[in-house]
């Protein structure tokens, strides 16, 4: 099982990125996959969800708006699409994926928003 997360770096506030999660060794399919974020000195975050089929998204009031998840099941991918970006998006983001007792995570990238 292994979720491989890219597409994070260093952007200036109002940018853009868009994170990708590779998933392989399990049922992409049959999974609930969320993004979570973690800044320095500070707890782990959900921002956002996206159910199995897709058909269900939730975000965090924090990227509500400007945050888009979504899942490309032919890829075994999720995404999150970033749009104006604040310098308190600042944080690694993690994959999750998430189905009853198994729960797997990536290794994270960074996301820097700065000037």
């Known amino acids: 099982m292994q979720l491989v997360e890219s597409g994070g770096g260093l952007v200036q506030p109002g940018g853009s990125l868009r994170l990708s999660c590779a998933a392989s060794?399990?049922?992409?399919?049959?999974?609930?996959m969320r993004w979570y974020r973690q800044a320095p000195g500070k707890g782990r975050e959900l921002v956002a969800q996206?159910?199995?089929?897709?058909?269900?998204?939730n975000y965090a009031d924090s990227v509500k708006g400007r945050f888009t998840i979504s899942r490309d099941n032919a890829k075994n991918t999720v995404y999150l699409q970033m749009n104006n970006l604040k310098p308190e998006d600042t944080a690694v983001y993690y994959c999750?994926?998430?189905?009853?007792?198994?729960?797997?995570w990536g290794q994270g990238t960074q996301v820097t928003v700065s000037s």
């Open positions: 999750n994926a998430v189905r009853g007792q198994f729960d797997y």
């Open positions: 996206i159910s199995s089929g897709g058909a269900s998204r």
């Open positions: 060794g399990f049922t992409f399919t049959s999974y609930v």
